[in-house]
């Protein structure tokens, strides 16, 4: 099974370059690297010459966007496995002989989501655990990261492009919730998915202090929840959970005079809660 492994980077080059290095020491060796280049210059040619004869790298542009980025990449796929990696993330040795291990011995698995953890073995920005087992579209919020997916590639063809409104440089409001619709509508099409953490990928840590930049990076994000969930037509229950959940957070918060924690949660309540009231049905 060959792996095709979208990476879409801007801004980027000791991070990519810790990337590139660890797919280069890979014990499973047949993948190939797309890199979608989103920089306004060539900073990028001499890293990615530097490693022609490691493995096959694809090095192509797009508009900014990371959805789109991401669609133009799975224009050029040729391999049995899509994986989407960030530019700031890394790889362990084995990782990709694991991955294909376990999903040519599952073949009734068509989506594998691995352990999420930063550089110290933790899980990343806290998530505590990642349970094994098969996922729904509702723990597949808490579950699921893109740069932990692999996805076969029956299952990328027949969903079809990621949502071009939603993620990171869309140009709207919804900064978040590309990877979770595009997983959705796959699960919605029969599509089963499985979390597996004895797998992991390696991500820097995203240290938060909460100052007004974070306030509204954490509620763009949150509109982008909402909307995702008024556009899969969640039920009132699951919905209602999702929402008011971080409501509870912000008063507990409160109570225990913890201010900047109370803020984030405040964030999270009122994005999701305008992102679905304010999305079309």
């Known amino acids: 099974m060959k792996f095709s492994l979208i990476l879409a980077t801007v801004g980027r080059v ?13 014990t499973y060796r047949d993948f190939e690297l797309i890199v979608i280049d989103q920089n306004q210059d060539d900073r990028l040619v001499p890293l990615l010459k530097n490693y022609e004869n490691h493995f096959q790298v694809k090095h192509l542009r797009s508009a900014p966007g990371l959805s789109r980025a ?3 990449g799975l224009r050029h796929i040729t391999g049995d496995i899509v994986g989407f990696p960030d530019d700031d993330c890394w790889y362990p040795q084995r990782l990709l ?6 999903l040519k011995g599952d073949t009734h698995w068509d989506i594998l989501t691995v352990a999420p953890l930063n550089e110290k073995g933790a899980f990343f920005l806290g998530r505590g655990s990642l349970h094994r087992g098969y996922l729904t579209q509702s723990s597949v919020w808490k579950s699921a990261i893109s ?7 029956h ?5 079809g492009p990621f949502d071009e409104k939603l993620g990171i440089g869309s140009g709207t409001r919804w900064q978040s919730g590309e990877e979770t619709d595009f997983l959705v509508r796959a699960m919605k099409m029969g599509f089963s998915m499985w979390s597996e953490p004895d797998l992991a990928v390696y991500h820097e840590a995203a240290y938060i202090r909460f100052g007004l930049p974070d306030a509204r990076k954490t509620y763009r994000y949150a509109l982008g929840m909402g909307h995702v969930l008024k556009k899969n037509g969640y039920p009132i229950v699951p919905t209602s959970y999702f929402i008011l959940k971080p409501l509870a957070g912000a008063l507990l918060m409160l109570a225990a005079a913890r201010p900047r924690e109370a803020l984030r949660y405040c964030c999270m309540f009122s994005g999701r809660l305008l992102g679905y009231a304010s999305s079309p049905s």
Do not use: M
């Open 70 to 72: 991401r669609n133009a």
């Open 147 to 153: 740069w932990t997916l692999f996805i076969k590639r």
């Open 155 to 159: 299952v990328a063809e027949a969903v």
């Open 97 to 102: 002989d694991g991955i294909e291990k376990f």
């Open 14 to 26: 000791r991070e990519l370059e810790r990337f590139l290095a660890s797919l280069a020491i890979q």
